[in-house]
């Protein structure tokens, strides 16, 4: 229930930081295009609290999904988050009806960020390539026992420094600006 996980920006090519986490023996398992729409609520502030609630759309090689995800706040500091998830996945036919419960609760669908995603694993590790709309590339690092795995991506030559904040929390800093 709980997600320990760190983000890095990656300088370079998404394909070449593919085949770096390959020669470290990771093995492929998915490729994914993600919609993300965050809501928010007219008697709660997500952002002050540390919190996220998120609705997904995956369409993957290995088929789609639909993912409805509550994320709690932050449990430590620093570059690798900690946090409490839970998420529901729904059948396509229960989609409308559950956004739908959702709005007439008062929650919005504010925010959408929309990401190309290739997966891979290695052992009880997860790592996702992401190349995120309007951001560039990343990599998520998901699993216990990452620090051994941060410390050789490091040393990488596509390493451009670990990232502490959440893709929507890029995002609207991006927009301030």
């Not at 369409?59 to 430590?76: E, F, H, I, Q």
């Not at 995603?117 to 309007?134: A, K």
């Not at 941060?150 to 929507?168: C, I, N």
Request: aromatic letters at 12%.
């Amino acid at each position: 229930m709980y997600e320990t996980e760190a983000k890095i920006r990656v300088n370079g090519s998404k394909e070449g930081v593919v085949t770096w986490f390959a020669s470290m023996g990771f093995q492929y398992v998915d490729t994914c295009y993600e919609e993300d729409v965050y809501f928010t609520h007219p008697c709660r502030d997500f952002a002050a609290t540390d919190e996220a609630l998120r609705f997904r759309y995956k369409r993957c090689s290995s088929g789609d999904a639909y993912l409805l995800t509550y994320k709690g706040p932050r449990v430590n500091e620093g570059f690798v988050k900690t946090r409490l998830e839970l998420e529901t996945r729904l059948e396509e036919g229960q989609v409308k009806s559950v956004l739908k419960t959702l709005e007439m609760l008062g929650f919005t669908g504010r925010f959408v960020v929309r990401k190309s995603r290739v997966i891979l694993r290695n052992g009880g590790l997860t790592v996702s390539v992401d190349e995120v709309e309007g951001l560039g590339v990343f990599v998520e690092v998901e699993g216990g026992g990452i620090e051994p795995l941060l410390r050789e991506v490091a040393s990488s030559p596509w390493f451009g420094g670990f990232v502490g904040k959440t893709y929507l929390e890029l995002m609207l800093e991006k927009s301030k600006v």
